[in-house]
């Protein structure tokens, strides 16, 4: 992909999501990545389903998504000889992702020590690279629990419900992209010729988005807790309810906003309940005007209640299913879809990238490689090794 980082290798070494998401996210602003896998079984994430029955046997969806935009390079980082290969490409190479239990690069001989101080080495764990709980294996569900969401997600009589997607693992590599690129800023563009060595963790990614809750716990002494669907401080606002079974999200917690929903509602006259006055009245008798609301929306169907939403210039969702997203027409005309050639499967719809730069064209990332597919041809023209070399590094299982 074309993009500002055009120019920079970053090396994949990671499994699973998060530091493969945060190279992802370099490659989808122009960086080439290279994804060091382990020969025989490659990412762990090609393994995980759900999976389309292909000419080559199962295909991960899950791996078609998160491998794509990179090439895919095997090498035994357990031995030396590839212990050896590896520093020689990162001597060719500007950053490294990888999110290993601590202490396993050392074990290895590729920890930062042992490797060029230009690059900038991205280190993403659960709990750190210090601390005293650095050695704990952990995987999103743990930064989701110690980093505090897990706790303030769900109903308030109910237990802690998980986010929908492992999102202390997407988060962390969002937070660790951006550091890199920072990093990288340093390196180049102040020119300090030094890169640096980031130590992101999935806790600490939650905890930084966290809003109030540690300050008001600090000087009020509060504890949050769930509030489900609804906020302590504003209403009306919550996932509505449809006759068609679907919901919508209606934010009108603000005077103006509340008085477009009530002009919506045909109920002007809400606006004049000394009840619903102000925004703290409302959230003092939100039971009672979320469920005026509620009996609005259950007699139409979703499109209709975001019809009548948007004419009256009230802040509407209707909360999306896949189906609805991948025909959707604003999704369409910008563009946030793609079909990405994926070399197995073929064209495979997926999610672009989350930003663009305005005026310059969206490339479309490659799929995700088989596994092993661009090793021969990194390693010949980056190093330099021969046929008769690379046969003999597969013959040993070195690649």
Same mark, same amino acid.
């Given at each position: 992909?074309?993009?500002?980082?055009?120019?920079?290798?970053?090396?994949?070494?990671?499994?699973?999501?998060?530091?493969?998401?945060?190279?992802?996210?370099?490659?989808?602003?122009?960086?080439?990545?290279?994804?060091?896998?382990?020969?025989?079984?490659?990412?762990?994430?090609?393994?995980?389903?759900?999976?389309?029955?292909?000419?080559?046997?199962?295909?991960?969806?899950?791996?078609?998504?998160?491998?794509?935009?990179?090439?895919?390079?095997?090498?035994?980082?357990?031995?030396?000889?590839?212990?050896?290969?590896?520093?020689?490409?990162?001597?060719?190479?500007?950053?490294?992702?990888?999110?290993?239990?601590?202490?396993?690069?050392?074990?290895?001989?590729?920890?930062?020590?042992?490797?060029?101080?230009?690059?900038?080495?991205?280190?993403?764990?659960?709990?750190?690279?210090?601390?005293?709980?650095?050695?704990r294996?952990?995987?999103?569900?743990?930064?989701?629990?110690?980093?505090?969401?897990?706790?303030?997600?769900?109903?308030?009589?109910?237990?802690?419900?998980r986010?929908?997607?492992?999102?202390?693992?997407?988060?962390?590599?969002v937070?660790? *992209?951006? =550091?890199? $690129? %920072? #990093?990288?800023?340093?390196r /180049?563009?102040?020119?300090?010729? !030094? &890169?640096?060595?980031?130590?992101?963790?999935?806790?600490?990614?939650?905890l930084?988005?966290?809003?109030?809750?540690?300050?008001?716990?600090?000087?009020?002494?509060?504890?949050?807790?769930?509030?489900?669907?609804?906020?302590?401080?504003?209403?009306?606002?919550?996932?509505?309810?449809t006759?068609?079974?679907?919901?919508?999200?209606?934010?009108a917690?603000?005077?103006?906003?509340?008085?477009?929903?009530?002009?919506?509602?045909?109920?002007?006259?809400?606006?004049?309940?000394?009840?619903?006055?102000?925004?703290?009245?409302?959230?003092?008798?939100?039971?009672?005007?979320?469920?005026?609301?509620?009996?609005?929306?259950?007699?139409?169907t979703?499109?209709?209640?975001?019809?009548?939403?948007?004419?009256?210039?009230?802040?509407? *969702?209707? =909360?999306? $299913? %896949? #189906?609805?997203?991948?025909? /959707?027409?604003?999704?369409?005309? !910008? &563009?946030?879809?793609?079909?990405?050639?994926?070399?197995?499967?073929?064209?495979?719809?997926?999610?672009?990238?989350?930003?663009?730069?305005?005026?310059?064209?969206?490339?479309?990332?490659?799929?995700?490689?088989?596994?092993?597919?661009?090793?021969?041809?990194?390693?010949?023209?980056?190093?330099?090794?021969?046929?008769?070399?690379?046969?003999?590094?597969?013959?040993?299982?070195?690649?």
């Amino acid at each position: 992909m074309t993009g500002p980082l055009e120019g920079l290798r970053v090396l994949d070494i990671g499994t699973r999501i998060a530091a493969p998401f945060c190279a992802g996210l370099l490659g989808e602003q122009g960086a080439e990545v290279i994804k060091i896998e382990q020969p025989g079984r490659g990412d762990f994430m090609r393994e995980i389903g759900p999976f389309v029955p292909t000419d080559e046997g199962d295909l991960s969806l899950f791996w078609a998504v998160e491998g794509r935009g990179r090439q895919s390079v095997t090498l035994d980082l357990r031995r030396p000889e590839g212990q050896d290969l590896f520093r020689r490409l990162a001597a060719t190479s500007d950053v490294v992702c990888e999110n290993f239990r601590r202490g396993t690069l050392e074990r290895w001989n590729i920890a930062p020590g042992d490797l060029d101080d230009r690059l900038v080495i991205v280190r993403i764990s659960a709990f750190g690279q210090d601390g005293p709980y650095a050695d704990r294996p952990g995987l999103d569900r743990l930064g989701i629990g110690y980093g505090g969401l897990l706790h303030l997600t769900g109903e308030p009589d109910r237990p802690p419900v998980r986010p929908g997607v492992t999102s202390s693992d997407y988060l962390t590599g969002v937070f660790a *992209a951006q =550091a890199a $690129t %920072a #990093a990288l800023y340093r390196r /180049d563009a102040k020119g300090t010729g !030094r &890169g640096a060595v980031i130590d992101a963790c999935l806790y600490a990614s939650v905890l930084r988005i966290l809003e109030w809750t540690i300050a008001a716990y600090d000087r009020l002494g509060v504890v949050r807790e769930r509030e489900g669907n609804r906020l302590a401080t504003s209403a009306p606002l919550d996932n509505y309810p449809t006759a068609d079974g679907r919901y919508v999200c209606l934010v009108a917690g603000s005077d103006a906003n509340f008085a477009c929903l009530c002009r919506a509602m045909g109920r002007s006259d809400l606006t004049e309940d000394p009840k619903f006055l102000t925004l703290s009245d409302r959230a003092d008798h939100a039971d009672e005007i979320n469920g005026i609301v509620a009996a609005w929306t259950t007699k139409m169907t979703a499109a209709e209640v975001e019809r009548l939403a948007v004419e009256h210039d009230v802040p509407v *969702a209707t =909360a999306y $299913t %896949a #189906a609805d997203i991948a025909t /959707d027409p604003h999704m369409a005309a !910008r &563009g946030d879809l793609m079909s990405v050639v994926d070399p197995v499967a073929g064209a495979v719809l997926q999610q672009g990238p989350a930003v663009r730069y305005v005026g310059e064209e969206r490339s479309v990332p490659t799929g995700a490689p088989r596994l092993g597919e661009h090793t021969r041809e990194v390693l010949g023209e980056l190093l330099g090794i021969g046929d008769a070399e690379l046969d003999r590094l597969a013959a040993d299982r070195i690649i």
